[in-house]
């Protein structure tokens, strides 16, 4: 991974058998998007309606996108519309538009949308290029590096998509601003799973963070004088996975890692779906990582050191740490109906799932379990 700088982005690269397969450009003010697509020639825009109404930053990137007279098509992102069909609808669009084999797709908004314009580049004319600007932290620390897109299918999540890098990801924290609580938090517990699989000291640093950040008014308020720590927090977060990614963009092996806490997460999460109880994807996997804390204690595999250290066990740590970081840290559903759900669940091998289990802050293993072990375990 090669990072440099400029006056005002960061850079982080993805590799893939030595060559930059995409770049993550970290910068202070949305301005620089300006700069970031100078040089693609034939750009359409697709922005959250949402964000476009409630977010003061994307008013910034609705000049920048006028100034180019860049056409545009607003989409209302919610996890019900990630879904085939608006898949369909944006590629109609493009069609409508004249976007050929040398358009340029942009994808403003948060985890949904960029998932759903994702995968349309991703299939339209056998592909085009495109780049992402997130505009939640989830998105930011999470859905937009790597590849991964998709939509749900036949009430399970993310079931079809490809890994296509986008040419970049533009972040920048002055779009987090407005971010609902709810939705920060959400995006929080991706970012500390970055630093529960790598920690080099950040998960002390963003439970701080976090404590203080759960204390506090709103997202706008706490962001004011916390901006430049937050930009520390997402770029090494970011770090984090660009280097995962670039060792195993196809999820062969190590990538894996960045499952912690996630087969539990996906069927709350398709249970919340079916059920019609309101779950984000984050709240899902501060759920799912104490999940797998207890099953790596219950498997005794969790460093005996980490028990005495803090005079508890890792799981009650995590739980601790969770609650004052204000994070939703109980499933609503009994561990046998989630366990129907991780049957079915995509990375199932041979019967068995790789479980990523944290044996500490920063030590993460895999093992896999069948589901009726699982169950067994944590009934
Ligand atoms: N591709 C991947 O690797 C990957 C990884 C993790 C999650 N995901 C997917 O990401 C999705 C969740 O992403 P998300 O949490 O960003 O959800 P989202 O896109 O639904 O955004 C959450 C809410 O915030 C609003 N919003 C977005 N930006 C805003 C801003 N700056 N100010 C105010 N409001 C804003 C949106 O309109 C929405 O209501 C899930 O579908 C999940 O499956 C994908």
Redesign the pocket.
Known sequence: MHMAKNNQMEQIDIHSDNSVVSRIMISESVDALKECIDSYAHVFAIM????AR??P??AEVGHVLNERKIPGMLLE???KN?VMDTVVQVCTWLMEQGADRDAFILAV???????IV?FAASIYKRGVRYASV??????QV?????????V?FMGY??ML?TITQPEFTFVCPE??????KR?FL??AA?MVKAFIIEDKGHYERAVMFLKGYSASEDTGSYLKDKRVELQYLVSAAVKVKAGIVSRDCYERCERRLLNLGHTFAHAV?TLAFQQGYDI???EA?SIGMIMAAELAEQRSITDPLVGEAFGKCLSRKLEDDFFECGFRICSPFGIKSMAEVMTRDKKAYDGKICFILPCDIGNVMMLYLSVDEVVELLS
């Not at 997130?134 to 998105?139: F, M, S």
């Not at 779009?175 to 609902?180: C, D, E, H, N, Y």
């Open positions: 959250d309606a949402e964000l409630r977010c930053a994307a992102a919610s996890e990630k908004g948060g985890g949904v949308t960029t998932d994702g997130p505009t939640t932290l989830l998105a999470d859905a937009c590096v790597g590849g991964k897109n998709g749900n999540k993310n998509g779009f987090l601003a407005s971010l609902p939705d959400s995006g991706e999460e984000s994807h984050g996997v």
